[in-house]
């Protein structure tokens, strides 16, 4: 045990243990990790702008491995990430700013804002995958064959027909992406998710992600690398400003990236032997899961930390809650380990397998 903050104490093999789960979640659907680790670092005891501060410097580096291993599988725009990260430094400084102006209040008013915008976001956005996933599940169902769009990740919602017809210079190309948009809107969503990390410290993957998929109409696998380089570039920015403040916890950080790192690598590279559904699952139960654990953390806080076993229970969750998308990676490995030697798979992941010839050419 070591002491984080005044009379917070944390088991260092615990966090090593979380943070190997984190990663690989992180580099399996394209996200930084944030909206697991946040909660969890809040949920373990550490005081809202440390748990920010910490997640974001653990984050960014974390980020940079998977950037590197995705842009070599070719899941990378660079011109859409570039664009997307210059919002969302905007942004960031935005949300430092108010999680700064709160941390003067001496009561637990940051914890509780961090804690509840966490959850009302990761509702949102989970109820929103579920469905789609559920949608593109009972197309495959009803016939529809596994190299379908669904399958692969192709996803055209009525919201991306909307907004790629908006006319609004400039209305460029996105030739890696195979679409064309106004980079004003690819901006404006960035600024958002912007504002979000430099306050939640997350890097805002798990917003960016569905956003790239579901408003902008990006292939899920290409989504997954543009994600995390414009998260990176928006968490080296937003780390940057919460380390000025003294938020950073930098010890913890580096005990945790050892093991987020092999995570991630392992996590990415697996997403060559699965299709755009896959991830898209593994991504909605993660999200669905990690809003149990902070939402008993903001239940206690709200009950005046009077009600002892809420505390326990949301620590208990917190932890468990990460074997559940972890759980689902690993199925879908093995599954997938099954599929390239030819083996029989059940008939529900036949769908979520990627082409052998597809996964030979990675």
Known sequence: MVEVATGVFANLYLLAGLGLGVGLIAGFVGVSGGYLLTPI???????????????????????????????????????????????????AEIGVRLLDALQADKGQLADVLVLGALIVTLTGVGISMINEVR????????????????????????????????????HMRFTKSKLRISGWIVLLIGALIGVLSGFLGVGGGFVRCPALIYLIGQPSMMAVGTN???????????????????????????????????????????????RGLAVRYVLAASVIAAIFGPALKLAWFLTGQEVTWL????????????????????????????????????????????????????
């Open 41 to 91: 670092l809040i949920v373990l005891g550490f005081p809202a702008p440390i748990a920010v501060g910490t997640a974001l410097a653990l984050m960014t580096p974390n980020n940079l491995i998977a950037v590197i291993r995705h842009r070599e599988l070719g899941h990378l725009d660079l011109k859409m990430a570039l664009i997307m990260a210059a919002g969302t430094i905007g942004g």
């Open 228 to 274: 995390l380089l414009g998260s990176f570039i928006g968490l080296t920015f937003s780390c940057f400003r919460h380390a000025m403040l003294g938020n950073v916890n930098l010890g913890i950080a580096l005990v945790m990236l050892l093991t987020t790192s092999v995570g991630t690598q392992i996590g990415a590279s697996g997403t060559e032997y699965v």
């Open 135 to 170: 949608h593109s599940s009972a197309m495959l169902r009803d016939g529809c064959d596994s190299d379908s769009a669904a399958a692969e990740g192709e996803i055209t919602t009525s919201a991306c027909s909307f907004l790629q017809g908006l006319c609004v210079f400039p």
């Open 311 to 362: 505390n326990d229970a949301a620590k208990i969750v917190t932890v468990a809650q990460i074997a559940v998308p972890v759980g689902s990676i690993i199925v879908l490995l093995v599954l997938a380990a099954r599929h390239f030697r030819g083996a029989d798979v059940p008939g529900w992941a036949r769908p979520l397998m990627a082409r052998r010839e597809h996964a030979a050419a990675g």
